[in-house]
T-cell receptor, first 115, second 110 residues
Framework: NAGVMQNPRHLVRRRGQEARLRCSPM?????VYWYRQLPEEGLKFMVY????????ESGMPKERFSAEFPKEGPSILRIQQVVRGDSAAYFC?????????????FGSGTRLTVV | AQRVTQPEKLLSVFKGAPVELKCNYS??????LFWYVQYSRQRLQLLLR??SRESIKGFTADLNKGETSFHLKKPFAQEEDSAMYYC????????????FGQGTILTVHP
């Protein structure tokens, strides 16, 4: 089991472009969580998804950000028209059940740099 | 609202010295508290959780509800303990959504 796979590891985008971050959960895990880590800050919850459903998107910025977890394939975090303030590390975690008491498995993260 | 505070951004100790990484939380209900660790070039991984009351790699943490703290302790630090440590809280949802502290970088000198 390769664990939670995120790609790309590093992503550079110019202001105004779109960024697509992918997360493949561990085998057998149908619950995915996205967290963002801005420079000098801790990880902040963005969104929680189950297969084909967004359960909690309370941490997502209201505009330009969207997430999906289709029936087949990885979960995608999409950021449209990126701005410099979107530069951060984006982490994905997965779990086999809805409540894992915080014991998720995290991916290595995608570092987004907006130039 | 729930909040986790790690007051020390950086902590340096010498090998063999005791180490304590501080964590304070704010939450009105009964929280679950965790410590996560990120070693250099590795992914974030769960170190320990308060409900299991276990000791991992010599580290322990006791939940003190009176002081709303969950400090991480180790009596004799090792160089391989050098890493970023995050305290996290789960509460108020049915799916373990985590609120993280800002993290403490621990450096253990030889």
């Amino acid at each position: 089991n390769a664990g939670v796979m995120q790609n790309p590891r590093h992503l550079v985008r110019r202001r105004g472009q779109e960024a697509r971050l992918r997360c493949s959960p561990m085998k057998g895990h149908s619950h995915v969580y996205w967290y963002r880590q801005l420079p000098e800050e801790g990880l902040k919850f963005m969104v929680y998804l189950q297969k084909e459903n967004i359960i909690d998107e309370s941490g997502m910025p209201k505009e330009r950000f969207s997430a999906e977890f289709p029936k087949e394939g990885p979960s995608i975090l999409r950021i449209q028209q990126v701005v410099r303030g979107d530069s951060a590390a984006y982490f994905c975690a997965s779990s086999p059940r809805a409540y894992e008491s915080g014991g998720y498995t995290f991916g290595s993260g995608t570092r987004l740099t907006v130039v | 609202a729930q909040r986790v505070t790690q007051p020390e951004k950086l902590l340096s100790v010498f090998k063999g010295a005791p180490v304590e990484l501080k964590c304070n939380y704010s939450y009105s209900g009964s929280p679950e508290l965790f410590w996560y660790v990120q070693y250099s070039r590795q992914r974030l991984q769960l170190l320990l959780r308060h409900i299991s009351r276990e000791s991992i790699k010599g580290f322990t943490a006791d939940l003190n509800k009176g002081e709303t703290s969950f400090h991480l302790k180790k009596p004799f630090a090792q160089e391989e303990d050098s890493a970023m440590y995050y305290c996290a809280l789960s509460g108020g949802t049915s799916y373990g959504k985590l609120t993280f502290g800002q993290g403490t970088i621990l450096t253990v000198h030889p």
